[in-house]
């Protein structure tokens, strides 16, 4: 099966490099101050996106959470900014679940396969905001085991399909 990736629109592409193009001292002066490489990360920009984002949504849904996913960029100052505004955070393995931790956020969702019995222990210790999701009734056992050698209750979820057929069947 072959399949062509579309063009680019040359325009809009221009006009997206431009912007930066036209930033460039400020961005040679960010690299002499801190040296290369480096993140430059534009906080009002990210503020803004996510605000827009949410505002969307918002509109239509009374009741709605924000989740990001720390896998798109793990980097603490984007985990510290989404959390301040109002962002959970979504999980793939133990170290970004440390790592969000290490922020205090309200919300983290916590899913990706083969989770460990350190990993599953360090979610229960903090039940308060993690949500486990499950990728088998072993590993709800599993989180059932940790949850009481700690005394805890933890939210755990599944996901689910309507194409019981389709490649992805969890």
């Known amino acids: 099966m072959r399949h062509e990736t579309p063009r680019l629109d040359p325009e809009k592409l221009k006009g997206f490099v431009d912007r930066f193009i036209q930033q460039k001292d400020r961005f040679l002066k960010c690299v002499a101050a801190n040296g290369s490489p480096l993140y430059a990360f534009d906080e009002t920009a990210l503020v803004k996106r996510v605000q827009e ?3 969307a949504f918002e509109k239509v849904f009374s009741e709605i959470r924000f989740f990001y996913a720390m896998k798109s960029n793990s980097h603490p100052f984007m985990i510290r900014t989404l959390i301040a505004q109002d962002c959970g955070i979504d999980v793939s393995s133990g170290e970004e ?4 931790l290490e922020q205090s956020p309200k919300a983290v969702v916590f899913s990706g396969p083969g989770k460990t ?9 903090h039940a308060e905001v993690v949500t486990v999701l499950m990728d088998s009734f072993v590993e709800l056992k599993r989180l059932a085991a940790a949850a009481a050698a700690q005394g805890v209750k933890i939210r755990a979820g599944v996901r689910l399909t309507i194409d019981e057929k389709g490649l992805w069947r969890k």
């Open 117 to 125: 019995e350190e990993e599953l222990a360090l979610a229960c210790r």
């Open 53 to 55: 984002f949410r505002g």
């Open 97 to 100: 679940l440390k790592k969000s």
